[in-house]
């Protein structure tokens, strides 16, 4: 009988797993859905959900506990400024895991990644504006300082 079987080791060294969901948790977080194989977001749901738990009870151990799991300052305040508020009702389940298919050249099976009741607006955080945004917006300014 084999003992301890509690989660995937997804063929990768404890460092490297470790960096490997700490960096998928700051992206999820960030980004509320990511896209990645299906056992990596198997693994990755039940740590998100513990995330946002911490981040629910608003005291300085949670902060210090989360920004030692996450090492980002962005994530954590998101964590309990927004994502608690948001969830503040909800006793669980703050993510889901939906497939997505295979990925082509490998054939590996995807899955997405996201939060219930998501921001659509947090997916477009880091693409760079069209052209034709920037332009309209730097007439809104002009026409706002006359």
């Not at 749901?45 to 902060?63: A, E, F, M, R, Y």
Request: aromatic share 6%.
């Amino acid at each position: 009988m084999r003992h301890g079987i509690g989660y995937r080791k997804l063929n990768k060294t404890s460092e490297h797993r470790k960096a490997l969901f700490k960096n998928m948790l700051n992206s999820l977080i960030k980004y509320e859905q990511i896209i990645t194989t299906l056992p990596k977001a198997k693994e990755l749901k039940p740590q998100i959900d513990k995330v946002i738990t911490i981040g629910k009870k608003n005291i300085l151990s949670n902060k210090k506990k989360l920004f030692s799991k996450l090492q980002n300052k962005y994530s954590v305040v998101k964590v309990f400024e927004e994502l608690s508020k948001r969830y503040s009702s909800r006793k669980g389940g703050y993510s889901r895991v939906l497939k997505a298919g295979f990925r082509t050249g490998d054939d590996a099976p995807m899955a997405v990644i996201e939060l219930v009741d998501r921001n659509p607006e947090a997916k477009k955080i880091d693409k760079p504006k069209k052209v034709e945004e920037k332009k309209q917006q730097k007439v809104d300014q002009k026409v706002a300082s006359k």
